[in-house]
Every structure is written in structure tokens, then in C-alpha cells.
Nanobody, 123 residues
């Protein structure tokens, strides 16, 4: 069974940085691409980034340059580094797993989802 545990969310001021973590297993990383998505209140789920052990990273165009995804094979963890945060980045952030090792940004291709971690950017 795929398990995904997000952490690292919080309340931060605009212009600062935050790093989210998605802890999973070696078994999962050997078979699934991992993606980050976000959902703000009243809005649909939005792709952020994706990576696998054999592909990626892939980014939503509007977030390139501020967000960086990385995969630590030793810790079986995927990170999302978010820099120069803006109030519009406020959302619940989810990591998810999609079968296969092609990095992808389409939410419907993801079968497994974590519980999410809240990020609030406010002064």
C-alpha cells in the first residue's frame, strides 16, 4: 500500500521560504512518480510539480523559478522548496503518487494522495 505523509506547512510572511516534505517508501518510489498539488479555498486542485527516480522535474509554468522539487533517495522523501512566497500561494498542499515513472502534472493520473499540509502566506 502506498503511504504519503506531508509535513512542513505553516504560517509565513510574504517573501519568505518554506520547505515541504513528502515521506514515502522505497517501494513507492521504485514504481510511482510523486507530484505536489495545491488547493486554495473555493478553487480547484492545481498542479505544482512532479518528479520520479527516472524523470522530471516537471513544473507548472507559473511556478517555475520560485518552487523547486527534489527527491532524496536515502530518506525516501520528496521535497518542495518554495521561495519568495506570495499570499496567492496560500493553500492546502498535497503530495500524490501516480503509477509509472514519468513525471506528470495531471491530477487524474494520481491514485494515492496524502492528507495535505496547510501553507498560509500572510503579513
Amino acid at each position: 500500500q502506498v503511504q504519503l505523509v506531508e509535513s512542513g506547512g505553516g504560517l509565513v510572511q510574504p517573501g519568505t521560504s518554506l520547505r515541504l516534505s513528502c515521506a514515502t517508501s522505497r517501494w513507492t518510489l521504485d514504481r510511482y512518480a510523486i507530484g505536489w498539488f495545491r488547493q486554495a479555498p473555493g478553487k480547484g486542485r492545481e498542479a505544482v510539480s512532479s518528479i520520479s527516480t527516472h524523470d522530471g522535474p516537471a513544473y507548472e509554468d507559473s511556478l517555475k523559478g520560485r518552487f523547486t522539487i527534489s527527491l532524496d533517495n536515502a530518506k525516501n522523501t520528496v521535497y518542495l522548496q518554495m521561495d519568495n512566497l506570495k499570499p496567492d500561494d496560500t493553500a492546502n498542499y498535497y503530495c500524490a503518487a501516480s503509477p509509472g515513472l514519468t513525471a506528470k502534472l495531471t491530477p487524474s493520473t494520481y491514485d494515492w494522495w496524502g492528507q495535505g499540509t496547510q501553507v498560509t502566506v500572510s503579513s
